[in-house]
């Protein structure tokens, strides 16, 4: 047999499914007799409210839909962790979608959501979205929005995101004040705001003391698959790196066992950094230095920008941008 219904509970006791449905909530019309019996039996017999046939009845839902690119990623799975945190304590649903970087799966993934009722959306665009009619969709359909970490600048709603360019610009001074001068950058999608950012801080923290920007220095390196490419080529260079800033640990996990296996030291020869500050930092020889991206925090903050939009606390008209600042944690792989 499946799960009971207030109608079998009901039918099983003699009752009318709106005492039982009253009972249940412990209304005082009914006998405390009556409420404990009735509760007795929906618990013997493992009874589970219909949630979303009480929220079609009542029109309120408390589901919030969320869309990532990565789920395997550490830090997406910190946000995930926040957002799941701030979401519960609040006693909101949530129903997550990973689009897997993928455009078509992001415009399905909104459209599940919309058609699910969900009360706010918090998202995090892929790599490849070039076109937004679909974020825009869920705005006209009067859903709440919210972006994090990768966020979508055509559209006019709220954002949370890293401090990324000073994140970028903070780890490349210290490679440099550290006596390194040909930094790679090993970077992402221009398209994508989070890279760009990272670029200019990149850029401006060299200009500040006065190295040159060097085309050649600066790749779209952003996967294991890139890594394995991009970097044995960059080690060809002359002059060669003597530092690579990456766009995340994993890429930078990868820069260092590629450079080892090329018969460099690190960080004698080149010095490595990463960004997001995962759990790979620590089991890397030597471990690496990277910037903390404050993931869990990021996800705490824009489910409760959401949480506030839905329920009318946060009445600011227009954008609001929150910033989550970053932090440099250095290790063992840099000078």
């Known amino acids: 047999m499946g799960q009971i219904t207030l109608k079998d509970i009901a039918k099983a006791l003699n009752l009318s499914p709106s005492t039982v449905s009253r009972a249940m909530k ?36 408390n589901t919030i839909g969320v869309i990532v690119p ?18 519960e304590s609040e006693g909101y649903n949530l129903l997550f979608c990973h689009s897997n970087e993928d455009y078509e799966r992001e415009v399905r993934s909104v459209a599940t959501l919309l058609d699910a009722r969900v009360c706010g ?15 825009q969709e869920i705005i006209d359909n009067d859903v709440h929005l919210v972006f994090f970490d990768r966020i979508c600048t055509g559209i006019n709603t709220d954002k949370v995101v890293v401090d990324d360019y000073a ?12 006596g ?5 950058f090993l970077g992402s999608t221009p ?45 060809l260079l002359d002059p060669l790196p003597d530092a690579f ?19 460099f030291k690190i960080p004698d020869d080149i010095s490595i950094c990463g960004f997001t500050n995962s759990y790979i930092t620590e089991v890397t020889e030597p471990t690496l230095t990277t910037v903390d991206q404050h993931g869990f925090e990021m996800g705490k903050v824009a489910a409760r920008l959401l949480i506030n939009r839905i329920e009318g606390k946060e009445t600011k008209q227009g954008v609001i941008n929150r910033l989550i600042k970053t932090e440099l944690v250095v290790k063992n792989s840099t000078r």
């Open 26 to 61: 412990n209304h005082p019309a009914i006998s405390v007799a009556t409420r404990k019996l009735v509760q007795a039996y929906a618990e013997e017999h493992k009874y589970k409210p219909n949630t979303l046939a009480m929220q079609l009845r009542t029109n309120k839902n």
């Open 70 to 87: 990565e789920i395997v990623h550490y830090f997406f799975s910190t946000v995930l962790s926040g957002i799941q945190y701030e979401a």
């Open 121 to 135: 959306i918090l998202a995090s665009q892929s790599k490849s979205t070039d076109k937004f009619d679909h974020f």
């Open 167 to 178: 994140g970028a610009f903070h780890a490349v001074e210290h490679l440099i004040e550290t």
């Open 180 to 184: 390194c001068s040909r930094i790679a």
């Open 191 to 235: 398209s994508m705001p989070i890279a760009n950012n990272r670029r200019m801080g990149y850029e401006d923290a060299l200009r500040k003391h006065k190295l040159p920007i060097d085309k050649q220095m600066s790749r779209i390196c952003d996967t294991i698959a890139l890594a394995r490419e991009v970097i044995p080529e960059m080690l």
């Open 245 to 263: 800033f990456c766009i995340n640990d994993e890429v930078a996990a990868y820069c260092m066992q590629i450079a080892k296996s090329a018969g």
